[in-house]
């Protein structure tokens, strides 16, 4: 209902994925600002284990779609409950840091009241655990 059109700055770009916008419904483990900024997820071992276990953390998430993978990056739409607002969550695999990088941005509207953060953290939770 409120998809808004997909962006068209995503992906990675020279090992970063797209800044945050100037407003506060968009967290990166890339970001700059701290109040954007999130840990990015911890890689232990193989990317490619770590990329499907991660895979499918999100894959078992309500109205999520995966809408594009490769070996070090995923990209999911995420679609609110009631009215449908799709944020787009992407992760970046970098084995050189040991890290996964990690943006979750809504595409419409100012403020997304910490689902962003709130999101990625849950993903992390589900992700060590799994």
Do not use: W
């Amino acid at each position: 209902m409120f998809a808004g059109k997909r962006p068209s700055n995503l992906g990675v770009n020279d090992g970063q994925l797209a800044a945050c916008p100037g407003k506060p419904n968009c967290v990166s483990s890339q970001a700059r600002s701290p109040r954007q900024r999130v840990m990015p997820l911890r890689l232990s071992g193989e990317p490619g284990p770590a990329m499907k276990r991660l895979k499918d953390v999100v894959n078992n998430m309500s109205n999520t779609t995966l809408i594009e993978e490769s070996e070090h990056y995923l990209y999911f739409e995420c679609a609110s409950k009631l009215l449908g607002f799709v944020d787009d969550l992407e992760f970046f695999c970098d084995p050189d840091a040991q890290a996964i990088h990690v943006r979750s941005a809504s595409r419409l509207g100012y403020s997304d009241l910490g689902v962003n953060r709130k999101r990625v953290e849950s993903i992390r939770r589900k992700f060590e655990l799994a």
